[in-house]
């Protein structure tokens, strides 16, 4: 599966940002799709994930009422919805599948395919 994620850029305190997350490769419905995002001298953390066919997601406390996963796998996209952003959501924004067997698990190790990011920046 390759991962392309874009949608990433400059934006206020407040603001919103659609991220994308092209998939090619496998049948999107064939796996399960989850965000992360990486700070500055931080480990990868986990913000949200989906299951293949879209019935169940899964959030981080830090975005849960701001923050939407969504997928079409009638074209193999995944997205992140990302309103009333904060400074603190500031990161490298990661997409990443799993097999489904995995589940739709927070843990980044039980993801077997990584796009190369995407950078969000909330400033003023």
């Known amino acids: 599966v390759q991962l392309q994620a874009s949608g990433g850029g400059l934006v206020p305190p407040g603001d919103s940002l659609r991220l994308s997350c092209a998939a090619s490769?496998?049948?999107?419905?064939?796996?399960?799709m989850g965000w992360f995002r990486q700070a500055p001298g931080k480990e990868r953390d986990f913000v949200a994930t989906?299951?293949?066919?879209?019935?169940?997601?899964n959030y981080a406390d830090s975005v849960k009422g701001r923050f939407t996963i969504s997928r079409d796998n009638a074209k193999n996209m995944v997205y992140l919805q990302m309103n009333s952003l904060k400074p603190e959501d500031t990161a490298v924004y990661y997409c990443?599948?799993?097999?489904?067997?995995?589940?739709?698990?927070?843990?980044?190790?039980?993801?077997?395919?990584w796009g190369q990011g995407t950078q969000v920046t909330v400033s003023s």
């Open positions: 989906i299951s293949g066919g879209g019935a169940y997601r």
């Open positions: 490769g496998r049948t999107s419905s064939s796996v399960n």
């Open positions: 990443a599948a799993g097999r489904l067997t995995s589940g739709t698990t927070p843990n980044p190790k039980m993801y077997d395919w």
